[in-house]
């Protein structure tokens, strides 16, 4: 089998190969290390704000710094564990102006 | 007299750091320059067999940075050249033991002397790595035509760019080489192995050489000779030529194509 699929199937140079997945792999390597310092504290400190008003758990909250083209995007996902909301509060409140 | 400081790197280990930094360090010193070698590898000593003079080690980097030895004690003259003096390690188990301020201390001393400081880095992203390139003007990213070597030396790379001292001080910034060691052209003419366009492409840094893969680079670490000394040795010459280049001049890339071997050589064995 193998030899017939070899005589009708040449098979793509291994190097090429390695080429191709090294590209993907420092692409994706070199956007997460680029990742500003900031994050994880950012993210320490949304949990515990937004800890006051819902109930969050620490992998619910997901902060991402992505980019396309010229824009950079801060996404932050949160998801609150079983649509628990804190009657008003219990930390200070805050407000915020973006 | 104020010496340029070159690491010499990879993230990888066994791609060739010591070699490298042992020819390139010969390499100087037969081109006029005073240079010293310096081994970071803490706990793992070898330079100082690769160049030959294990035997001769009295004194060493941590001894020098604890003030229990003064530099030109620990300093080791080589004996096949004037210009060039090996600076070797510590084998404490204590990795830690590479102070940072110690180490600036040494190197400030080291720089009044010489004219190149060569720091062969220790494997990894560990401590002793990262204190081996903190110091550096130039670095020479060793890499094999290997995924896990290219990857590697693109993560090392990224950390000069932040962690060394030029990138604290937002100083112009480190001034990367790329060396490709244990090329096949053979190899890559099938497709088997990256080519050095290719590794030029993914990694997008200068080349400084390509080393052809050579039964000689064996026979200088059995021997403890740095493989610039064998004249004969296709990676001796390559060697050479990466630093004639690292100072400036031209020259072209040998043994990156398919060596054509005569009928006789093919015949009788190689040479």
């Given at each position: 089998m193998g030899f017939f699929r070899s005589l009708f199937q040449p098979s793509r140079p291994s190097a090429s190969i390695a080429k191709e997945r090294l590209k993907i792999v420092l692409a994706h390597e070199r956007a997460s290390n680029r990742a500003p310092d900031f994050l994880p504290n950012l993210q320490k400190e949304l949990l515990a704000v937004v800890g006051r008003y819902v109930e969050i758990s620490e992998d619910g909250l997901r902060v991402t710094l992505g980019s396309s083209g010229d824009t950079s995007l801060l996404e932050i996902n949160i998801e609150i564990e079983g649509g628990k909301v804190k009657k008003g509060g219990s930390g200070p409140a805050l407000s915020a102006a973006v | 007299m104020l010496a340029k400081v070159i690491v010499v790197t990879s993230g990888k280990g066994g791609v060739g750091k010591t070699t490298t930094s042992a020819a390139f360090a010969a390499g100087l010193a037969l081109r006029g320059h005073k240079t010293v070698v310096i081994d970071f590898d803490v706990g793992l000593r070898n330079l100082d067999l690769v160049m030959g003079c294990e035997r001769r080690v009295v004194f060493d980097f941590i001894n020098v940075i604890n003030g229990d030895a003064n530099l030109n004690q620990a300093l080791i003259k080589d004996k096949r050249h004037d210009n060039l003096f090996i600076f070797p390690t510590s084998q404490t188990r204590d990795k830690n033991a590479l102070k940072r301020e110690g180490v600036e201390r040494v190197m400030e001393e080291l720089k009044q002397q010489f004219e190149y400081i060569i720091c062969d880095s220790p494997a990894g992203i560990e401590h002793g790595a990262i204190t081996a390139l903190y110091f550096a003007d130039s670095a020479v990213i060793v890499t094999n035509p290997e995924v896990s070597s290219v990857r590697d030396s693109d993560r090392i790379i990224g950390i000069l760019a932040s962690k060394s001292r030029r990138a604290e001080r937002n100083e112009s910034a480190v001034d990367v080489h790329l060396l490709l060691t244990r090329y096949d052209p053979g190899r890559v003419s099938?497709?088997?192995?990256?080519?050095?366009?290719?590794?030029?492409?993914?990694?997008?840094?200068?080349?400084?050489?390509?080393?052809?893969?050579?039964?000689?680079?064996?026979?200088?670490?059995?021997?403890?000779?740095?493989?610039?000394?064998?004249?004969?040795?296709?990676?001796?010459?390559?060697?050479?030529?990466?630093?004639?280049?690292?100072?400036?001049?031209?020259?072209?890339?040998?043994?990156?194509?398919?060596?054509?071997?005569?009928?006789?050589?093919?015949?009788?064995?190689?040479?």
């Open positions: - | 099938k497709g088997e192995m990256l080519s050095v366009d290719d590794v030029k492409e993914i990694l997008s840094i200068p080349l400084l050489g390509v080393i052809p893969e050579s039964e000689s680079v064996l026979r200088a670490s059995n021997t403890g000779t740095p493989v610039v000394f064998d004249e004969d040795s296709p990676a001796g010459r390559a060697y050479v030529d990466a630093v004639a280049r690292f100072l400036g001049e031209q020259r072209e890339m040998r043994f990156v194509t398919p060596e054509r071997r005569s009928l006789f050589r093919t015949l009788f064995g190689r040479a």
